[in-house]
């Protein structure tokens, strides 16, 4: 089972997040604040951006990174995927219950 990792501005990470979890493409998105410095355009750039941790399952994964694409702001926004070698037994349980 996937966890995903987002990249969002701040002003719009709730939104993605309330409509991942509405959508029944993640059980729950964590969110983070941090500051990210990149490249873009040729030039450095430094903004206030949001981490989105979305646990998911891997039926729903391809839906859920299309939702992200569809309402995500940014051009090329950050969707990684990170496939667990463990996790809590009963947390899965918990995830696959609430992910359609």
């Known amino acids: ?9 701040p002003e719009s990470a709730e939104s993605i997040a309330e409509r991942l979890v509405e959508d ?16 873009w355009d040729g030039e450095v750039q430094r903004e206030d951006e949001a981490v989105l941790l979305a646990k998911t399952t891997d039926e729903a994964y391809d839906a859920l990174v299309d939702r992200v694409r569809e309402i995500h702001p940014y ?19 918990w995830r696959a219950e609430n992910v359609a």
């Not at 051009?75 to 349980?93: M, Q, T």
Request: hydrophobic share 35%.
């Open 1 to 9: 089972m996937p966890t995903v990792y987002i990249t969002a501005p």
């Open 24 to 39: 029944r493409l993640a059980a729950c998105v964590n969110r983070l604040s941090t500051s990210s410095t990149y490249r």
């Open 75 to 93: 051009d090329v926004p950050c969707i990684e995927r990170f496939d667990e070698s463990h996790v809590l037994e009963s947390f899965a349980g």
